[in-house]
């Protein structure tokens, strides 16, 4: 053979390998701009470490929405406000899938299965997102809310501690990595951790969770997009370990859990409820996912945005911020009840606004979550074939000059009078899949604003180099990470008046201890109805609480049994500010008034006209028309007839003394239901 000849058969196979190396799961998409990239590696080279800036600066050039090539993957990047709207609001449907990465679903999630939030769309998904939405929804999550009070009331005691009156700078990233960790472990596994920042199994969760999530960076892993580097990659490795250790404290807190059920001495708790249904249709690898789901969701998210918003807070400009918020909660709480009424109710706009800047400004996932189509989507001309990946840089929207005017200043005031009616900023992703505990983390957030800011003045930290950096990228000591790592920083922190923090305090202590049984009458708040969720398929799944102190037990064992035994999705149930749960209940909608016979033989009335009820310690409270009275239960609920709004609600414990209407008192034999009793779980 000549050389002649050599030299065209080693061109022609480097010619194939160039291009089966080229080849990408989705072939060029017509009339669709793309940026030009180097061969293999496509444009994972050009995006670098920063793909939110980058791809940012390209749509600057090519237009909001543009194709990619990263390795072997097409990637469409969706840069814009309203482009994203596009695709994932008007498209939701066809956008309801997420792609598979080699290193988070073939190495790190061997063991545990995969989160809801990396999991393709099919039935087992299906199943657990409606799981976990049914948890955090907003009934549910509002009976949360005595897990917020005890956990912003631990690291807010703890600050005030640590600043020692206000002569040491605070690093807060740890108080509220607890905050969100140990309330994501309440809801999941009814466990928290009861030690204090320094504690092990807190810091190796929150070290773990962190490592384990910078593998889902979807510009931190090229072996995801270049097969060939997977031969050789020590990312393989580093996986493997984080997948090691957090199988280690993932079994444990379910092994502990399952314990605490076989003695009896669990408390209520999303996962307990999954275990102890005889009719739950999740299997372990299910009911596990949901627990990772739980645990890292709120962990790398909800504490960023706080300290952020803390680090702005303590910035010369963060003062008038802090100054005007103080103001407004004093306008709607000038009795100094902020602490408490915050649980219950969100009335301080001002701070909603904040949070809602907060979560724009950090957008902290600044390349959302990815999606894979499952249908073709039109865009302007082009059609974009189902299986292709999208990637929303909600970095980039969530900046866009058109929709938000200076963008790069923290302005919670845009938010006051803002005229959109669709999703006002992406930060929680948007449609289909986006982001199941939203509510929760609105409450996070809206709950910690309102106390750090009465219980403290928000200073910069006395030496200038231990300040926080403020943009939203460059305060990230990770810029490949999937969320913003924020880089160490300390704020002043001074308290505003010792009394009252001391009174608030005490107050929060008080209402989360355990509390001995007795009988007490208690009105829950009117709320407004979440009767059925968006698609129609169930009744929201609703969890009440009470908003004062209620001591809730059970007589005995077999009281626990029997209410456990009727817990079903849709029924409703009641959490104490300790946890202690106790629940019930089906019962007959009907009219004014009507009698009713709830399925454990409890009764009530729902009240026609206003009436005025004496409680056993003589106090009067006024009953509305829709509200219901029950008596001899434990727990009893209701929604008014004309299902508008939730009625408020009168709980009577066993053992209280007779609850008196209009001078007559509730008796046991009301009558016989009327109405039928709708099978628990259904919409109407
Ligand atoms: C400030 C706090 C949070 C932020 C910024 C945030 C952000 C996000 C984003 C951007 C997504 C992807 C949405 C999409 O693809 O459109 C997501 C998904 C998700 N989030 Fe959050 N999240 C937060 C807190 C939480 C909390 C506290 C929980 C629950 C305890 C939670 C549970 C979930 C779940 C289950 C998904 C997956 C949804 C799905 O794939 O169907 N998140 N989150």
Redesign the pocket.
């Known amino acids: 053979m000549s050389y002649q000849v050599i030299g065209i058969a080693i061109v022609a196979v480097l010619f194939l390998l160039v291009r089966l190396l080229n080849t990408t799961d989705i072939p060029k998409i017509k009339n669709l701009p793309e940026i030009p990239g180097l061969p293999i590696l496509g444009n994972l080279w050009h995006l670098g470490t920063d793909h939110a800036r980058v791809a940012q600066k390209w749509a600057q050039k090519y237009g909001p929405v543009f194709q990619t090539r990263l390795g072997n993957k097409r990637v469409i990047f969706v840069n814009s406000y309203e482009s994203v709207r596009h695709f ?1 609001i008007t498209h939701q449907s066809a956008l309801i899938s ?1 792609p598979t990465f080699h290193t988070f679903h073939s190495v790190v999630s061997s063991s545990q299965g995969f989160t ?2 990396t ?1 393709p769309w099919d039935d087992s998904c299906k199943a657990r ?1 409606k799981a ?1 939405a049914t948890a ?1 929804n907003r009934p549910s999550v509002q009976s949360y809310m005595p897990i917020l009070d005890l956990e912003s009331t631990v690291s807010i005691k703890e600050l005030a501690a640590d600043c020692k009156g206000g002569t040491v700078d605070v690093d807060p990233s740890p108080y509220f990595a607890r905050f969100a960790l140990n309330t ?1 472990l309440t ?1 999941n596994y009814g466990i928290r951790i009861d030690g204090n920042i320094n504690n092990e199994m807190l810091q190796e969760i929150t070290t773990v969770e962190r490592g384990v999530s910078n593998f889902r960076s979807t510009s931190n892993n090229w072996q995801d997009y270049v097969p060939i580097m997977r031969l050789w990659n020590k990312q393989n490795t580093e996986a493997e370990s984080f997948r090691l250790r957090r199988d280690a404290y993932l079994t444990k807190l379910l092994n502990e859990l399952k314990g605490q059920i076989a003695a009896g001495i669990d408390k209520p708790c999303i996962t307990g409820n999954i275990l102890k249904d005889p009719n739950a249709k999740l299997n372990e690898a299910e009911i596990k996912s949901i627990c990772l ?2 645990v890292s ?2 962990l790398d ?2 504490p960023v ?1 706080l300290v952020m918003g803390l680090a702005f807070l303590s910035s010369p400009e963060g003062q008038a911020i802090q100054e005007r918020a103080l103001k407004e909660i004093e306008k709607v709480y000038p009795d100094g009840d902020a602490w408490e009424k915050c649980l219950v109710e969100e009335k301080v706009p001002y701070v909603t606004a904040l949070v809602k800047e907060t ?1 724009r400004f950090w957008t ?2 600044p390349i ?2 990815p ?1 894979t189509s499952i249908k073709d989507i039109p865009y302007e001309g082009s059609v974009i074939p189902a299986g292709t990946t999208f990637f ?1 840089n ?1 970095y980039a929207a969530d900046y866009d000059e058109q929709r938000f005017k200076d963008p790069y200043k923290f302005i919670p005031e845009r938010f006051l009078n803002d005229t959109e009616s669709g999703t006002p900023h992406y ?5 289909s ?6 509510h ?2 609105n409450r ?2 809206y709950t910690a604003y309102m106390r750090l800011i009465t219980a403290f003045e928000i200073h910069p930290a006395r030496n200038p180099a231990d300040r926080p950096l403020i943009d939203a990228i460059e305060c990230s000591s990770n810029p490949t990470a999937l969320t913003t790592d924020p880089k160490l920083f300390k704020i002043g922190l001074k308290i505003r008046s010792e009394s009252k923090l001391k009174e608030w305090i005490a107050a929060a202590e008080a209402r989360t201890n355990e509390l001995p049984l007795n009988g007490t009458a208690v009105f829950q708040e009117t709320r407004p109805a979440v009767w059925s969720s968006p698609d129609n398929e169930s009744m929201a799944f609703n969890v009440v609480y009470t908003t004062s102190e209620f001591p809730v037990s059970f007589a005995n064992d077999n009281d626990i049994a029997k209410h456990d035994a009727l817990m079903e999705t849709g029924n409703l149930g009641l959490v104490n500010p300790k946890g202690t749960v106790c629940r019930i209940v089906d019962f007959a909608p009907g009219n004014n008034p009507v009698m009713h016979r709830t399925q454990s033989l409890d009764y009530g009335v729902v009240i026609s006209g206003t009436l005025e009820l004496e409680l056993d310690a003589g106090e009067k409270r006024l009953l509305y028309p829709g509200d219901v009275a029950v008596q001899r239960g434990t727990i009893h609920s209701w929604y008014n007839p004309s299902q508008t709004e939730w009625a408020r609600m009168l709980f009577v414990l066993q053992d209280s003394e007779p609850v008196v209407v209009n001078g007559q008192p509730l008796k046991e034999d009301l009558g016989e239901a009327s109405g039928s009793i709708p099978p628990s779980g259904n919409s109407n």
Not at 427 to 431: C, F, L, T
Not at 433 to 438: K, L, T
């Open positions: 994932w997420r809801i939030g999991s997102r976990a955090l994501s809801l789901t739980m969701a709120g998210t909800v945005n979560l902290v996932i959302c979550l999606r929303m909600a930060a929680y992703g948007a449609g899949r986006m982001c199941a505990g939203s929760l983390a996070e957030l």
